[in-house]
């Protein structure tokens, strides 16, 4: 089985090294997963904030538009998941030795974990919950902090 995975991963290296196409469509996934999902969530986010400020009906209305953008962030998300484990397995022996590509994958399962979260303290948050707008703010501010961290950390990966 092992064989048969370093096979296929060593063909899958191969073929992306040799195909600038293949190179620059898996590359846009990544980064177009990113602007999709990763833009939505920020903009969510950014709304949030400021909707934790605003009177009830702005909160609701707020929450609404939380659910209705939740489908594209979690889409964008998992073509970035999926693209970044093709860009993984494209250079392996690279990746796995480096701290700053680690950093940024605990930085996506924080990113995860945190969208959990969010979806959480948006449940308290949509029937009054005080408590629940604040865990909400709060998890919309480490969400804003979190898409750029990782996105800077995903930058600085192929220039160390």
Known sequence: MLTFLAHLTASWSSMYSNSAPLRTAVEFAHVGGLIAGGGTAIAADRLTIQAARRDADARQRQI???ENVHFVVLAGL???VVSG???F???MDTYLHSR???LKMACVVV???NGVRLVTQGRRAEVGSAEGWLGLKRAAMVSLALWFVTTL???ALPNV
Request: proline share 0%; charged share 5%.
């Open 153 to 155: 950390l995903g930058v």
């Open 78 to 80: 998992m073509v970035v």
């Open 89 to 91: 397995l494209a250079d």
């Open 111 to 113: 990113l995860i974990v």
């Open 64 to 66: 609404h538009h939380i």
């Open 100 to 102: 700053v590509f680690w």
């Open 85 to 87: 484990l093709l860009l």
